[in-house]
């Protein structure tokens, strides 16, 4: 079973997450944006959700972070819970 570790910057617009992703593009810190923007308890973490299993998080969220590129950011993605920017890396 595939093991994923990622971290995401979760807000309310979809206006919002286009202006984060536009920053994160010109090189400012992924840990920081999201300490400072996302509205999910783990922006105390810079974002970082851990570990994440097939089946542990909505669907949309979930072809982001198993279906998508690694080491790119993706989104804006809507889910029920707002606009995510999520970066996913494969644990070895």
């Not at 595939?2 to 202006?19: G, N, Y």
């Not at 840990?31 to 097939?54: F, N, Q, V, Y």
């Not at 072809?63 to 070895?92: C, E, I, M």
């Amino acid at each position: 079973m595939p093991i994923a570790m990622a971290r995401h910057i979760l807000v309310k617009t979809a206006a919002e997450a286009e202006q984060l992703k536009a920053r994160l593009a010109k090189g400012e810190d992924f840990d920081t944006l999201a300490r400072r923007h996302s509205t999910c308890p783990s922006r105390k973490r810079g974002g970082d959700l851990g570990e994440i299993r097939p089946g542990q998080m909505v669907k949309a969220f979930e072809s982001a972070v198993f279906r998508k590129p690694v080491n790119q950011v993706q989104g804006p993605l809507k889910t029920q819970f707002g606009w995510h920017l999520v970066l996913t890396y494969f644990r070895d």
